[in-house]
Structure formats: C-alpha cells, structure tokens
C-alpha cells in the first residue's frame, strides 16, 4: 500500500509542475495541421528547407488521420484551439469553415495566388464573396497505379480497352497475382470512392458533370449506375477478403509487390515511394469501352492551407503561407511528394509524376467531390456508407445511385 | 483415493474444461500482444504464433521516439493524477460531515451526489465544451483534471460516507475535547481508519481516467497534450503498417494499469465485489 | 459545510450545469456554437423524420442489440463461469483475476487489439484455418451483417470479469446451508443454480442489469476504434453516442457541420430513457428482492 501512496504522490506533483509550465508557446513557432499522416517525413523535408532560409520561424507539423480530420479541426476552430496553418479540404467541404468565420481570405496578404491557374484555386474560394481562403497546393489525377514489374513478367502491356484490362486481370489472377488492391474496411471507404472516380468518367464521358450541374442528367441516369455496375464487375479481381481488408492493407499489397494494380489518386506516388523505393510502378488512365482519343480522366483541387483567424502568429504564417505559394515550394513538392502540383511551372523530374501531367489532357471533375460535397448529405457520404455492400451484391447500384439523388435532392440546386 | 473421490473429481471435470477455455480466450490475445511487440513487422505476418525468432526491442524504441510516446505518458500520469489526487481530497472533505453530522440538509445533499453516479455526462459534451472553451480549459491536462473530478466525486463521495457513518463516535469526541479543529479530526483520525476505501476510490478513480479516450477526444487537439488513448487511435491510424510498433505501442499503454493490477489484484477483486462494479 | 463546498462547487460547474444547460438548449435553434430563438420541439420533430429517423432508429436498435447481446453473452456466462468457481472454492482466486484483468484495459486498447486480430490475413483468420471452421479471408469486420456481433463480443471479452466477481461475491452471501439442503434433496448442481441460487442472486443481477444497460447506451470507444465514427460499414455499428457525436462535433457527412440543436435533442430523450429505465430497473428487482425475503 505505501509504494502505491508514494506513487500516487510523485504523480500530484508532477501534474502541479507540468500545469505551472503548460501553455508557453515558443515564439516564432507556427503549428500547421494536415491529414496527410502518409506525408509527414517529406513534409518535414520541406519544411525544413523554408527554416533554413527562415531561421527565425519553425513550422511545427501535427497530423490527423484523414477520417477523423475535418471533425477534429472544426471542433478545435470553435474552440478557438486550432493550428495556426491548416490543411483545408476543398470545394464544399471549405465552406463551413469559412461560413464560420474561422479563416482569414489571402487575396491581399498572399500576392503569389495570382499566379494560379483557376482550374487550382476554385478549390479553395468561399462561393459566399469569391475571396480565397487558401493557398492550394495540387491537382490530382486519378487513375491505375501498376507495377511495371509484374506486368512484364506476365507480358501484359498497358490494356487500352475495358476488354484488355478485364483480359489482363484473368491473366494475372491465373498467374497467382493479385490484380487489384483494394478494399473498404474500416473508414477506408473513401478509397472506394476514388475506384467510382478512376473508372467512372470512362463510362459517363467527360461531359457528364456539366450535364449533371445544370440539372439535366441525375445519379440515377443510366450511365452513372454503369458506371457503378462497373467499379462492381470487377470485384473478382479485388483483395481478398476485400470488405475486411482497409485502405492501408491494400496500399501495403500493392508497395510490396503482391498486387499488380491499385486504383488511387496522385497523392499515392511520393508515400508509395517512400514506402518502399525498389517499387517499380507508373499509372494508366483506366481505359474506356473504345481506344479512341485520351480517356476522360477526374481531377480537382485536393486542398489548400489556410490561415487561422484566431491564430497569434499571423504574421509569421503568412510567410510560411506565401513560402507554400511560391515555385520554390511547387518543386520541392512536385520532387519529395511526387503529385502534381497546384502552380504550374515546376519540373517533372520524376517519370510517374510526368505520366500523371499527361493524364490531365482530358481532364472532368471528380463527380462526386467537386460537384456534390456542398451540403449534408453529400453524395460522397451515401456512396461511402453503401459502397462495400454494393460490391458485395447487398445493395443493387440503381438502389445507391436512387439513394444519392433522393439525397442531394434535398439541398442541390442546378446552375442554369 | 476411493471409487467415490474419482467419481467426484470426474464431475468437475467438465466444469473445469470450461473455466480453462475461458482462460484461453482471455490469455490469447494477451500473448499475441506480447510476443509480437518483439518480432519484426514482417515475422508477424509470417509466424503469428510462435515465439520470436530473434527477440528485438526495436518495436519499442520506435514507438518510444518515432511517435514520441514519452510524452502522452507523461500527459496520462499527469491527468490521473491530478484527478486521483483532487477527488480524494475533496470528496474526503464533503463526505466527512455528510456522514458523521445529524444535519437536516446532509440526507438530500448526498442524494444530489449519488445521482451523479449515474448521469450520462456524455451527453452534456457541447455545453461542457462551451465552458472549458470560456475558462480557457481547451487543450489543457488542468481542463481534464477538472472534469474526470467532477466525475468521479458522486462515487467517492458515496463510498468515502458509506465507510465513515459506521466509524463510532467515541473516535472523534476525545479529539474534539482536546480542542482539535474539524479538519485536524479529518485528517489524523478519520482518514487513517478508512484507508481501505480510500484505497478503493483511489485505484478504481485511475483505472477510468486513465482508461478514458471520450473526453481527450473533444478537449485536447495539441499533440502536447493528449492522453495515451487518444494517442493511440491517432496513431494506428498513422503507423497501421508497422504492426510491430503498434503492437508494442499498446504493450507499452498497458504497463502501468498492468503494474497496479499485480500489486492491488486482491484489493481490486474485493472493491468491485462490494461496490459492485467501477465503470 | 464549507467542507462540502469545494466538491459541490466542481460537481455543479462540471456535471450538472453543462448537463442543465443541455437539456435546456434542446428547445432552441442553434448556428454553430451559438443559441438561436426558442422552438419548442422543433428539433425533437427533426429527429424523428428523414434524413434523421433511419439514423437514429438504426443506432436505437444497435444499442438494444447490445444490451441484449451482453446480458446473454457477458453476464450469462458470467453466471456460469462465476458458479464454477464460487463450487470449486479455494485456488479460484487467480483464475477470477485474470477473468478480470481485461476490465482494467481501456477500451481502446482492446478494441485496437482485437481490430489488428481480427483483420483478414490475422491471428483469428489463421486460428480459424487450422481448426477447418473457415477457408477464405476472415472479413467479419467490414460484414455489415455481422460487425455489430463481433463488437458486441469483443465487449463481452473485456468485461466478462464483472459479474464474475459480482456473481461470486453474490454466492458468498449466501447461507451455505441452504446450498446443503439442496444437495441432500438430491438436486444436480445445474438445478441448485437455476432454482435455489439464482433467486437470492437478484441484487447482483440487478445491478448488473442496471450496469449493462447504462454501459451499452453509452457505448463509443469501441466503436470508434474498430471501426471509425461512422458507425461502418454502411452505419451497421452506429450506437446513440456514436451518432450523437457526429451531430454534436461535425462528423455527420463528414464535412464539419455540426447540428446542435438535433445532438442536444437526441441527448435529452437519451437523458430521459437512461434515467427512466434505469429507475424502472432498480424499482423492479427492488420488489422481486422484497418479495423473496
């Protein structure tokens, strides 16, 4: 009993000392906040080259995984407790943290952004007074990452039609390959979302979010439930035990060379890389019905990193802020994290990040995260929770795809 | 050993099949736990039952500085025991003349204690929020403190009076004759009589707080400041391909509630017996 | 009664007002942090229709489930594992605390636990081929069928030592010579259980009965660790809290909108329902317990 009391004793004062010393910040310290938990050595990286030409300013980086993310840093914001820099989502899923009068616009204190194309920064614009509220840092492509490798060895060259890639991923299963990571367990549903957008503008073609802005083609449009019906024909060629197996598990399939394909955005390359340099991988647009012209590929605005109003560093964020604004950042980026980045201009020095620039010859909107993440319910988040049980046969794709427009039918409104 | 002794150790014997089984289930994972924080990432996938081939310690050193452990054990040991520490003192102070004094107010102001025992304070999460936000308590272990004691008085309270109303009356009358205060009373008389339930509001007070991932969640966002559970939920979300890091990650949050268990199991068996349960 | 004062003054500021005020806030419109005009009953009408009512009557019946899983997983078995113990007497000492060492892990911890356990590719899946009861990958986890049970569980595993110590301290108490007349009368050990013992058990049946159902109707932890705050997959392991959560700090849709005015709703019928029943319980084995004596 007395070793216990002893304990408990050194424990009280413990916590009286560590309440005396809590709360200093350091001065010239300003914390940022990102989800991209995948990135945090290369970020370090990059960050340290800034303070090696700032000395007087270090950039602390935290990181949130992505599912616990937005609610984490909203909460913090209302509690006046957030980063002084954080990593913003884009389009609609900004806004309420701008409705909040969370964010500080930079049109004025960050001149660098006139130097954007608009493609990048629609991202991150507050719809209610066109201001921007962050500094966006890529524009993603998706599409087939595929290990050069294997495909090689089974003498599969890049398919060019949906027949050939069906064609190519019977050849791999007979050979004992597993021909596409993937898997949606446990919050990984989001990457199950970005399968509907690798494959998806193949099926629609690449005027189909226009069509759907202005109101004249909905989810329930048959193209859109093909488009589904497809992301679902090809569950034979998934993980297996694909609805226990989650976004991690299946992008570790895919670094060490089990899987010889991995339906993922650009973001994958650099932690793919990092993950496992010996990897040899590139990426193809997935193919179309036809092998006619350049395949319609999704693309948008990732994200941006904005400035927090509460924040007590401001000025020394901003210049961090100008620094991820500027093309000394657009390389750094584009060299240790391997996507392409928002300010065009940068070097593609890395051959898998020129293929994903090549990508971006036919380029549409990521449907479902530019078009239908403004309001609750997004789309993104009935595909999300029905998605597994779509391709595991215990929801038919013309029932997801009637429960997404009955959904966004609630709140979405055609633009003319 | 006669017919009938045989035949009787043959009847339990399916009742201690049982009881074995159980043991299993609860002692297996336990050892999958163990020896995988020794084996490398890749031997886990490999051999998942056996003993390591070569015992490595690596697992721990990276959880140790990688994710920077260190820390979030300082902020947990903190947090218990500031909450420990606060709840005993003032619980001890309110039940000693709740209990001991015949006082027309006591009987309901411990019924307005009591029901704390049981109100689901999960669900007051946003207006509690909204007052840590106005006292400055986000993102503070002080914040914390505050709230796991104000959670666990009704339970101290309860027990502490409980223990002190059967204390008989001659124990303090001498004292009181000899001129000692109130709080003189408490401390050398009282207090030391009741060890036992102090003890036990003691351990079951750290067990919860230090087990607690809900109000970490909602109040800390600073690494500096979270808490081993709300540390680990980041964390394999962060690290889920290192298993061996992770495995050992939880090897090592489980060290100090798995120290206190050895110590205080008897203590511990016979406090949830009487007061029934500590959730 | 300046001795009280301090513990008063921090149980009121930390429990009762911000449980008060929330109550109280559940009849006002909300914007973000801030309290709008008053509704009435606005937000409780909300809750109870699209896109609200499949959420909340899902998370309602995950929770019902719940308890019920425990009471016949958990504390059935309890009962059992506690009577072969209380029958074996001496040397039951170590087997009762290491029936009871998960108890003290938090439920964090044992729910990462069992989430690296039971992935596919994982110890459970391995253990289940070599004993032929599965071929193929273990996928229960993300199975919208079957994730609820397997968290359901998992609980049980964590907590089975609690009406194990409740069950045998419970036993204890009891006259042994009641246990003596049963015997000579010739009644199997399963009978004395069911027909002489189980009768004089219900305090502790009532206050784990009591226990379970407060625990289950709070559940979260596990929840959020195995299988995130949405309650996956396809919300089939969203629980009240889980859901209550989301509107409260953002996580519903996942884009950092909150609805406060819906959570505070939600918290006050779940206020009302824990407390209702939870009188109800502890009234009616009040009376068995009367009744019996």
Redesign the interface.
Known sequence: ?L??RLR?K???I???A??AS??TATAGEV?LWSWR?ED?AAMEKIFTAFTAKNPDITVKL????D??Y???????L?????PDIAQL?AY??LQ??VD?GYLDALDESVPQLKEFGEAALGGSRGVADGKLYGVPYSTPVMGVFYNTEIFEKNGIAVPKTYDEFVAACDKLKAAGVLPIAA?????S?WALEISVGVVGPTVYGAGFYDEMMSGKAKFTDARYVQALERVKALAPYY????????Y??A??QFISGKAAMFFGGAWENGSFKA?NPNLKFSIFPFPADKAEGAVPVSTFSDGSYGLVSDSEHKEDATKVLQFIASAEFAQLFADNLGWPPARSGATANDPVLKAMIDMQANPTPYLTLVGF?W????A??ILQ??I??VI?G?IAPDKLAADMDA?VS?WFKPKM | MTNLDIAYHVKRLPGWVVLALWMLVVALPLYILVVSCFKSTAEIYGDKFGLPTSWTLDNFVNAWTKAQFARYMVNSFAVTGGAVVLTLVVSAMAAFPLSRYQLGWSSPVLAFFLAGVMLPIRLASVELFTLMKSLDLLDSRLGLVFVYSAIRIPFAVFILANFMRVLPRELEEAARLDGAGEGRILVSIILPTIRPAIAIVAIFTAIAVWNDFFFPLIFIFDDDYKTVPLAITTFIGQFRTDWGMVFASLAISMMPVLVMYLLLARQIREGVGATGGLK | MLFVLPALAIYCLFVVYPLATSLWGSFFEWKGLRMRGFVGLDNFARLFVDPSWPKLSGAFAHNVFWFAGIMVLQNGLGLVFAYLLFLRGRGTAFLQSAFFFPAVLSPVIVGALWRLLLTPDGVVEALLHKLGLLDGRLTILGDSTWALWVLIAVDAWNWMGLPVLIFTAGLRQIQPEVFEAARLDGAGAGRVLWSIALPQLIPSISSLTTLTFINTFNQFDLVYVMQGVQGNPNFSTDTLVTYFYRLAFGAEGAVGITDIGLALALGTLLFLLLTIVTIALLRFFERRTVRLT
Request: charged share 15%.
């Open positions: 009993m070793n216990v408990w050194t424990a009280a413990g916590a009286l560590l309440a809590a709360l914390t938990t945090q935290q990181f949130t995984p599912a616990d937005q609610n984490r840093l909203s909460t913090a209302r509690g006046g407790k957030g989502k609609g899923e309420p943290l909040g898997g949606g367990a446990n919050g549903a993980s297996d035990g694909f609805a226990g197996v989650d991690t598990t992008t570790q993950q993440r309001q609750t319910p997004t993104s988040s929770a029905q597994i049980d595991e215990k959904g609630t």
